[in-house]
């Protein structure tokens, strides 16, 4: 395991629905990322926390909005998606924000929108 | 326009064999180049991490190489193991920003 976790493991929900997603670092790192991966595209870089504080957010739809209570704890509140969010979206974390740290995925949520 | 590409899309080699797999990059300025091993249902593990400055770096049966003047990457995997089926993918990042450009990956398998 690398340390990183993330809950549910898998979410089927309605385009009306709210959710939420959870991630949990135990490293003891200070920057924390959301990804989403879609099937035969690279991986997207959604969101940045370094020390808390949000440092980069790429264009991401504001459906999608992320929170960081900690530098241990990242959440991605979910509503109203559209069936295009569907995949899966992947959590991360790194000492710091620096270009040569080490990132540290978690397992991914499987996420499909009905 | 920032880009990474990875060929062959995917690869089927017998166990013990070797494997070279490539990346190539337009993303300026550059930072540094990744390589993730991402096995099916999990998140990428990452293998190497090289600095413009770094031109191979190995962990194991891994050795990545980067000649940033051609803007090509490389991975060479040696005597392949059943464990090394996975997608492995290439990541450049752009110096002075946070932002990372990842290319879509290699797909390996690894038959007995």
Redesign the interface.
Known sequence: E?G?TQTPRHLVMGMTNKKSLKCEQHLGHNAMYWYKQSA??????MF?YNFKEQ??N?SVPSRFSPECPNSSHLFLHLHTLQPEDSALY???SSQE?L??D???????TRLTVL | KNQVEQSPQSLIILEGKNCTLQCNYTVSPFSNLRWYKQDTGRGPVSLTIMTFSENTKSNGRYTATLDADTKQSSLHITASQLSDSASYICVVSLSGTYKYIFGTGTRLKVLA
């Open positions: 690398t990183v035969k595209k690279p991986l997207e870089l940045v440092t980069e790429n992947l959590c991360a924000n270009r040569t080490t990132q540290y995925f978690g397992p991914g």
